[in-house]
């Protein structure tokens, strides 16, 4: 099993940015899948989630400003992050649990830098 996340970076105040998570060696279709931030010196914080029926929630701090979809056919998760905030700056990492709750993975983490 491998995840892989890409598009992280540096984006000025109210900029945008798309962060993707890939999967393989699963069965994509069956997980549920959670994004999650944690900035420096701060605990890890639940971004939203997207279950394998394609619904919603997002935490009330990114309500508005960001939209995690999904592609089964690529196996890939997105985090759409727009009018991005300084405080927005954190570690971005996917949680992929399966629809049991059986198996778990982690993506390796992606840095995002909200910064003039």
């Known amino acids: 099993v491998q995840l892989v996340e890409s598009g992280g970076g540096l984006v000025q105040p109210g900029g945008s940015l798309r962060v993707s998570c890939a999967a393989s060696?699963?069965?994509?279709?069956?997980?549920?899948i959670n994004w999650y931030r944690q900035a420096p010196g701060k605990g890890r914080e639940l971004v939203g989630n997207?279950?394998?029926?394609?619904?919603?929630n997002y935490a009330d701090s990114v309500k508005g400003r960001f939209t995690i979809s999904r592609d089964n056919a690529k196996s890939t998760v997105y985090l759409q992050m727009n009018n991005l905030k300084p405080e927005d700056t954190a570690v971005y990492s996917c949680?992929?649990?399966?629809?049991?709750?059986?198996?778990?993975?982690w993506g390796q983490g992606t840095q995002v830098t909200v910064s003039s």
């Open positions: 949680n992929l649990v399966n629809w049991n709750g059986a198996y778990e993975y």
């Open positions: 060696g699963i069965d994509f279709n069956m997980y549920n």
């Open positions: 997207i279950n394998r029926y394609g619904r919603t």
